[in-house]
């Protein structure tokens, strides 16, 4: 059974970079043709997709924080990460990550990690 | 951006009763179309994809249906677990994947 877990500095200072990663235990995050996402969600409000990277590491993101925007796999580790660059208040939220389905059935999440939260603030 | 609508914003009910939640989209996303649950503190949790595919390990009384632009969640008998925030998603024309801003079905 794959299982997700986010980690990562839970307060950024605004302009800069926030860095997470999801460890995936279960199923290795390279050789079975998965998805990877991220998704966020700020307080009381709804979900937000990031974007999402395939095991071969191509990648594709939101165009709303497409400038901002890395994902990257470490398949020695079996994780993934997320770099969000020049953030700001707006950018505090719970921030998930999910598997994001595979070839025939791509871009429906699940499982989910239990989320990680993020403030940002001086 | 395909913009998914989710009506009613807050749904009342009794343990029992039958609940039917609607997802509009902004355009025809076929049946490119999923559910999630999310508790208070807990991740989402996949219910229904394809518009009316359950996924592993979710009970029979929760069935989606619709194709295009309109869908429905249907929990036919709430039990005391079902009370939760459900969100809808489309996968049919991205990026971005966008979700619908839930409806909170709450115990009357």
């Known amino acids: 059974q794959v299982q997700l877990q986010e980690s990562g500095p839970g307060l950024v200072k605004p302009s800069q970079t926030l860095s997470l990663t999801c460890t995936v235990s279960?199923?290795?995050?390279?050789?079975?043709?998965?998805?990877w996402s991220w998704i966020r969600q700020p307080a009381g409000k709804g979900l937000e997709w990031i974007g999402r990277?395939?095991?071969?590491?191509?990648?594709n993101y939101n165009p709303s924080l497409k400038s901002r925007v890395t994902l990257s796999l470490d398949t020695s580790k079996n994780l993934f990460s997320l770099e969000l660059t020049s953030v700001t208040a707006a950018d505090t939220a719970v921030y998930y990550c999910?598997?994001?389905?595979?070839?025939?059935?791509?871009?429906?999440?699940?499982?989910w990690g239990q989320g990680t939260r993020v403030i940002v603030s001086s | 951006e395909i913009l998914l609508t989710q009506s009613p914003a807050t749904l009342s009910l009794s343990p029992g009763e039958r609940a039917t939640l609607s997802c509009r989209a902004s355009?025809?996303?076929?049946?490119?179309l999923a559910w999630y649950q999310q508790k208070p503190g807990q991740a989402p949790r996949l219910l229904i994809y394809d518009a009316s595919i359950r996924a592993t390990g979710i009970p029979a009384r929760f069935s989606g249906s619709g194709s295009g632009t309109d869908f429905t969640l249907t929990i036919s008998s709430l039990e005391p677990e079902d009370f939760a925030v459900y969100y809808c998603?489309?996968?049919?024309?991205?990026?971005?994947?966008?979700f619908g801003q839930g409806t909170r079905l709450e115990i009357k």
């Open positions: 279960g199923g290795s995050i390279s050789g079975t043709g998965y998805y």
């Open positions: 990277i395939y095991a071969s590491g191509s990648t």
């Open positions: 999910a598997r994001a389905g595979d070839y025939y059935t791509p871009n429906w999440f699940d499982p």
């Open positions: 998603q489309q996968r049919a024309n991205w990026p971005p994947i966008t």
């Open positions: 355009q025809s996303v076929s049946d490119y």
